[in-house]
């Protein structure tokens, strides 16, 4: 089993050391664990973010990872990402940071209408149709760069699921996802915390479309990773007739 949805303390909504979310991993029988917490960006004024890592945070990230990669390399595959947003204009700098740090994939997260620095968080009611179509455009232009491996909770955008035109571009999404061949997620942690996501009409559309979908734990402490919960979701959904896939693309 595999994971490549796992945060750590440092987005300050996270708990547990790494460690602990290895330990729980290679407990539970998993055989890959990917790190992917919550980006940091640049910003050019002195904001200082409130729910990712700071940049200076980076290198304690990569190394603190890397480490512990060596140390358990006979037990776990452990990969180092980022849970990142499409920021148009800061995807420079996140091009190049992810070079210089040898990460080893992206997941497209996208949280914020603008940055999370002037912008709103995406998952909060009531949202537009304005809002819900710069959501799907911005994953879509995320999608595009070919730098995201999946794209995390696709339907964390609150729309309105009796609005078809909400739908319509939720479907615009997932239709882009399908022909760039970019899997979906089934996000546990929405799942097992009752949220909006993930939502009905979504998971209908990834079934019609056929898009392939990736079970992520979007692990905040580490107890969320858990095989007999995944395991149970993942039977469920194959009987449903989701094309599952635990199997991304890595950026080296
Ligand atoms: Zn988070
Ligand atoms: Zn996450």
Redesign the pocket.
Known sequence: MKNYHT?TYR?H??IGLERDYIEQAIDQGFTTLGFSD?APWHYDSSFKPFMRMQESEIEDYVLTLRKLREEYQDRIDIKIGFEAEYFEDKMAWMKETIKRYDIDYLILGNHYDGSDEDGSYYGMPPQTLESVTRYCDQVIKGMETGLFSYVAHPDVIYYDQHDQRHLNELERLCLKAKELDIPLEFNMLGYLHNRHYPSAPYLKMVRDIGNKMIVGCDA?EASAIDANKMRTVIERLKKEGFILTDEISFLR
Do not use: E, N, V
Request: with cysteine; hydrophobic share 15%; proline share 0%.
């Open positions: 945060h987005c909504h996270a919550h905040h």
